[in-house]
């Protein structure tokens, strides 16, 4: 983001300059004191127009003139232009920039997101939604001026693909990437450079073609995104089993809607739950969710797994309930 204050720093520097070049000016020419030759400047310079302090004697006159033609325009333009800076949200829009940058050095456990265009601001709208902090990169300027606008959304211009932009963005100290820059080349880029960053790192990327999916894994991203290809079979969908599309539509997997799928990490249960089956664990009849799928560390996805399946330390649970019934999974069981 420009800095305003240089600006400012510069229309000052240009006033303080012909204030200076008028009063000692008079001074060496007309022996004015110090006092009476920058009143006599800033006569000429500001264009009141009253008499000189005492009739000139030297070049006095000469040297009048050659003060007006300098500073009739330039003094002009200074004084608009310092107006325009004071007067417009420039400054307001800066000091928030630099609130939200002092913020952004003491994030953690933070996620980076990637370009600022439709899939990465719906990324941002999810992950606020999660209660999850991030960082936007962005460097094209219409975007720059729209994330100016938002509320306590930490920024910064720069090119993603660039490790000094990702670090500024504290890659080192974050939890995960989304990269959804327009080219597939730059998303590589950019996965490539995150990963060598922070090799913990969880990273998703977007990729416009299905042949990139493959070069974005072997590159280091853990799961990609393809925007066509989603959005052509969510439409063909919509055409054949619009009853199931609308269903879907009502989940949501961070609080988005009144239906919730969640996801629980067994290891993150109580350890005397271990081995138990899902019957035992009676999720049901405690919270009012159902379980819906699970998964282990080796395994494929079980659909609505039978009652009789046994829970494993790194198996993964998938309930489906509404707000309240999630909030007493998580208090019930002591998960996040």
Request: charged content about 20%.
């Amino acid at each position: 983001m420009i800095n305003p204050f240089r600006s400012l720093r510069k229309l000052l520097l240009i006033l303080f300059g012909i204030i200076s070049f008028g009063t000692v000016g008079y001074m060496l020419i007309e022996n004015y004191e110090f006092r009476d030759a920058l009143y006599m400047t800033m006569q000429v310079v500001s264009t009141v127009g009253f008499n000189e302090v005492r009739p000139f004697t030297g070049y006095g006159k000469e040297f009048t003139i050659v003060l007006i033609v300098m500073s009739f325009s330039t003094f002009a333009f200074a004084v608009t232009s310092l107006w325009k800076i004071l007067s417009s949200e420039n400054i307001q829009a800066f000091l928030k920039y630099k609130s939200l940058k002092k913020k952004m050095e003491h994030l953690s456990d933070h996620v980076v997101i990637c370009g600022y265009g439709r899939n990465g601001a719906q990324a941002a709208k999810v992950l606020r939604a999660y209660g999850q902090e991030y960082v936007v990169i962005e460097q094209n300027e219409s975007r720059l001026n729209e994330l100016s606008q938002q509320k306590d959304i930490i920024f910064i211009e720069g090119d993603a693909t660039e490790d000094s932009v990702l670090e500024k963005a504290g890659i080192l100290r974050a939890r995960g990437l989304i990269s959804s820059l327009e080219e597939d080349a730059d998303n590589i880029f950019v996965v490539i450079t995150a990963r060598q960053l922070n090799k913990n790192l969880v990273i998703t990327a977007r990729a416009n073609e299905e042949n990139t999916v493959k070069k974005l894994m072997a590159a280091g991203a853990n799961t990609t995104v393809t925007p066509n290809v989603l959005g052509g079979g969510y439409m063909a969908h919509n055409l054949m089993k619009p009853g199931v599309t609308e269903f879907i539509n009502h989940l949501s997997v961070g609080g988005l809607s009144e239906t919730i799928v969640e996801e629980v990490s067994v290891s993150l249960l109580p350890k005397n739950v271990h081995a138990l089956t899902i019957e035992d664990l009676a999720i049901q009849k405690k919270t009012g969710c159902n379980v819906i799928g699970m998964k282990s560390l080796n395994s494929k996805m079980i659909i609505n797994p039978a009652v009789e399946t046994v829970l494993h330390a790194d198996s993964i649970l998938f309930v489906l309930g509404n707000p309240e019934q999630i909030r007493r999974l998580k208090h019930e069981f002591e998960v996040e």
